[in-house]
């Protein structure tokens, strides 16, 4: 069992970061995939960027490169999350997932693969 927790998220005018937080604890296993989700009102839950638990690549869904950097404080069994550029656009609920298994290609991608979710945090951009 997993329990993973978000903090990091507020309220940011256009152009401002933010940066994310997602503490696991329980057991974690060097299989795990770890993904980042954000989920605007009305709209499903949409893919950000995906690594393993223990670290190496990262990949991201396109429209987010560059903008959005994750990364893994090892010591601290914390994923992160950094946005920055803020656009209205971001305004959503941003959640870290984990999947037992790991994952490959669109896997990655799809909400219904992962095992274990936090409980989001909210980031509001305002123009």
């Known amino acids: 069992q997993v329990t993973l927790i978000e903090s990091g998220g507020g309220s940011v005018q256009a152009g401002g970061s933010l940066s994310l937080s997602c503490k696991a604890s329980?057991?974690?296993?060097?299989?795990?995939?770890m993904g980042w989700f954000r989920q605007a009102p009305g709209k499903e839950r949409e893919f950000l960027s995906v690594?393993?638990?223990?670290?190496?690549?990262?990949f991201y869904v396109d429209f987010e490169k560059g903008r959005f950097i994750m990364s893994r404080n090892a010591a601290k069994d914390t994923l992160s999350l950094q946005l920055s550029s803020l656009k209205p656009e971001d305004t959503a609920v941003y959640y870290c997932?984990?999947?037992?298994?790991?994952?490959?290609?669109?896997?990655?991608?799809?909400?219904?693969?992962?095992?274990?979710w936090g409980q989001g945090t909210a980031v509001t951009v305002s123009s």
């Open positions: 690594m393993s638990w223990t670290g190496g690549s990262t």
């Open positions: 329980g057991r974690t296993y060097s299989s795990y995939a």
């Open positions: 997932a984990a999947m037992v298994l790991g994952c490959s290609g669109s896997k990655c991608h799809d909400p219904k693969e992962y095992d274990y």
